[in-house]
């Protein structure tokens, strides 16, 4: 049992096989991970191990930005491995953004994930979690999304053909982009009444009981796959770390892959020392800003104090409050991996922020301007990234990754609405949220159909 599933609890530690399927640890109701005894793996000694897979691109799971690195999440048989040959994603410097966050040395990288087959990272989890349902023989996937999950789960459903997929979005939750998707790839498509968090509940209520394979961040299978998303970045940076990572926090997939990624590579001698974490939630999505920094909540050797979790959550509860944000990915208040996240930022010497609508739009504005177009949620991590800087957390000389996690594409409302196109997109989506400003609109011109009128233009 080279691979198997370990509860994070450390009173617990109980440990399955890799074949259960399993969605919390059946004995404390923990979260899993998927561990490994490396000892008996063929673990690389370097990381420049990975660069002779460049030379043999013509096999997929070489090409596959996930599983070239498949010594490092060694749970599956290569035969069983899916790709859609995910993880072609770049890392590129941008001195422009690197000055709109305040750097003065130019060292703002941007990881773009949107460049994935369905425009997010998401993809990158995906390969890994329809892998293990093949492995477990699931004919039939869920998942609950705010649009992207569920994107991705269609898109690889419908393309290697190997399991239906179901998902389960908040009714009018989700961007168009991503609703299109879901639809466009043939998943059976259910608009619970209600926002991510009760899709999010029912879902699991749904995999108990009808025994379709759940595909959500709490798969510790799909956590695998986005492990790849920082060793990626390593890879660019030939094998530099970098000092900070700074990431969208929503359901806290992410942040627990990447600081599971550093634990690991730390553990196996790979790297010498960890970059910081900084996890960003948008204002009106702030449930891990909110119980990080102001109710103190730490990983504490794994020994998290769940009885302030659940007063958080029975307060919110009381108060009736819903997550609202114009980064509909992270729109979440009850992150499931909120533990896991705990562990990375304690790993990762981590700090959490929160960004407001404006701090999102204005940062999205600018990626965009300077050749990368992201969705709002991906730009809450430059924001965030800007924050930090203003505060002197991250030094303006310090190399900074920030993970655009989804493509522009996904949300072009909120793009049309700022650039001011249309009165009423503005109200709907940045007025009635509080951004007041659009100092980097880039407003269309109208003009008669007339060539003079047109060529006084072009001055
Ligand atoms: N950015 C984008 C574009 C996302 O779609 C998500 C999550 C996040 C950031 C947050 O990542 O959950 O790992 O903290 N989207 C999920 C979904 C929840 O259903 O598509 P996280």
Redesign the pocket.
Known sequence: MRAFQRCVNPNCQATFDVAEVLRRCPRCGALLDVDYEWDKLPVPKSLAHFERYWAERSNPLNFSGVWRFRELLPFAPEELCVTVGEGQTILRQSEEVGKYVGMTTGELHLQY?GLNPSG???DNGMAAGTTHGRMVGATSAA??????????LALYCSATRLMKSIVFVGSGKIAYG?LSQALDYGARTVQIQGD?DDAMARVQEVAQRSGVYLL??LNPFRLEG?KTIMFRVLEALRWEIPDWIV???????????FGKAFIELTKLGLIKRAPRLA?INAAGADSLYRLYNDEGLRWNGGNVDQTKIDAFYAQMDRENRRAHTI?S??E?NR?V?LTK?LRALDFCDGVVRKVSEQEIVDAKAQIGANGFG??P??A?SVAGAKRLVDEGVIGKDERVVCIL??HQL?DPNATVAYHGVDRELYEKYLGSRGVEQTPFANRPVGVENDIEKILALMK
Not at 247 to 257: H, K
């Open positions: 994930e997010s990272f998401k998942c609950a999304s705010t649009g992207n999950t569920s994107a991705s991503k991510f959500n961040s986005q990431v969208p926090g929503g359901n806290l997939g992410n942040s627990s892959a996890v980064a990915a992270i979440i992150p991996n996240c992201c969705e949620a991906s809450a996690t989804g996904k």
